[in-house]
């Protein structure tokens, strides 16, 4: 099925469904002076839809705020407004955050679940522990899912991560319409799990593999990710609340992870906006955003005298340093990394003990200490392809003496 390009206006997929009346007989109900008449209900429908603000809305129909947000969630209505956030607006989300789900918090404020996390952030507020999952939560995941809308339109409308999406899917037994056939729900969660915390394709891959599941090819996972709606975008206008926080960001040098992954934008989206608010070189940090420390000029002429003559992990931690943190500076420094460590005749024998025992490619890389990435293409070099097989720990020594 084609994933389906949401319009930015939109709010929901589908109407949470109706809690189903108790089978009693109906009595007459009492006559209220207060009650909302069809005439009001309409003109609140029409303002709301105006993009008024609540407290507007009120004073126009003659009723008080909070009556107005109740019929406003009673009707179901929810909208992505443009309106600057007032005092009373601040108030109520500092009061709510973290303690109440997000779209329950924007349908009260006639916001969308990106606009009210953009106005948390400003506000330097923090998130509790995941509030317990609506109906109306469950409606749009079930739909969503079901029509195979990308995975990063239903985290930002409904507001919650990647990780929250997976996790209430297995829970809820669906699975997503453009699900890869071979991919298992525990490697999917994963995969995206590590994809939502910044790691590239290719420390993904290779995570999977050390972790037990199928190795897989960097091309081959991409279009998986891709097809399930990781980063994908969908045209939304940007907000002053979003603009004020990539202003924030690129004055205080901080990471843009958690504005791609709450906003639910992806980093080129991110730069465009920067280069349209011209925004380059105003980091606060020389490295941009790299929250480590800045690299001196001593440590750079020792990456480059020592870098691929000694394995790179060990060199990282001689520095201080993360693996991470060497290797991206190596490659804005033009370096090119020449270490691999020779395969020694009898791992080579190993090899083909193990693809004629049965043994899994993570099992012989755990058992040589490689990389079941390197292992994996150095097997392929020689005429192993050793494809999906059950796990089981060997030891070099065990597999040399099978023979």
Not at 64 to 69: Q, T, W, Y
Request: hydrophobic share 40%.
């Amino acid at each position: 099925m084609k994933p389906l390009d949401l319009d930015a206006d939109i709010v929901e997929l589908v109407p949470a469904p109706r809690q189903a009346l108790p089978a009693t007989p109906l009595r007459e109900m009492a006559y209220r002076a207060d009650a909302w008449t069809p005439e009001e209900s309409e003109r609140l429908r029409v303002l709301f839809l105006d993009d008024m603000a609540i407290g507007e809305i009120a004073l126009a129909i003659g009723r008080g705020r909070a009556a107005v947000a109740e019929r406003i969630a009673m009707l179901g209505l929810r909208r992505n407004s443009a309106r600057t956030w007032t005092e009373l607006d601040d108030t109520e989300l500092t009061q709510r955050y973290g303690g109440e789900p997000t779209a329950g918090i924007a349908s009260d404020l006639g916001r969308s679940c990106s606009a009210v996390y953009a106005r948390a952030r400003l506000l330097d507020l923090t998130e509790g522990n995941p509030a317990e999952w609506t109906p109306w939560e469950d409606a749009q995941l079930i739909e969503g899912y079901r029509r195979g809308v990308p995975l990063a339109q239903i985290a930002t409308l409904i507001g919650r991560p990647f990780g929250g999406l997976s996790s209430r899917a297995g829970a809820l037994g669906i699975v997503h319409a453009n699900h890869p056939p071979d991919w298992s729900e525990a490697e999917t969660a994963r995969a995206l799990a590590l994809a939502e915390v910044g790691h590239r394709y290719t420390a993904i891959v290779a995570m999977l593999a050390q972790q037990g599941f199928p190795a897989r090819t960097v091309r081959g996972f991409g279009l998986a990710i891709r097809k399930l709606g990781y980063g994908r975008g969908w045209g939304r206008s940007w907000t002053p609340e979003e603009d004020a926080l990539l202003r924030k960001a690129y004055t205080e040098g901080a990471s843009l992870t958690p504005l791609r992954r709450q906003l639910g934008r992806t980093a080129g989206s991110l730069r465009h906006r920067a280069d349209y608010l011209q925004l380059r070189g105003l980091h606060a940090n020389r490295n941009g955003w790299r929250i480590g420390p800045d690299w001196t000029e001593a440590e750079e002429a020792r990456l480059r005298a020592d870098y691929g003559r000694i394995p790179t992990r060990r060199l990282a931690a001689s520095m201080g340093r993360t693996k991470a943190a060497l290797t991206s500076r190596a490659n804005s420094l033009g370096l090119v990394h020449g270490y691999i460590r020779p395969f020694s005749d009898d791992e080579t024998r190993a090899l083909g003990i193990a693809f004629r025992t049965g043994v899994s490619i993570a099992d012989l890389a755990a058992a040589l200490n490689r990389k079941a990435m390197s292992l994996s293409k150095y097997a392929t070099q020689h005429g192993y392809r050793f494809g999906r097989r059950p796990r089981r720990a060997v030891t070099l020594e065990a597999l040399l003496a099978s023979e």
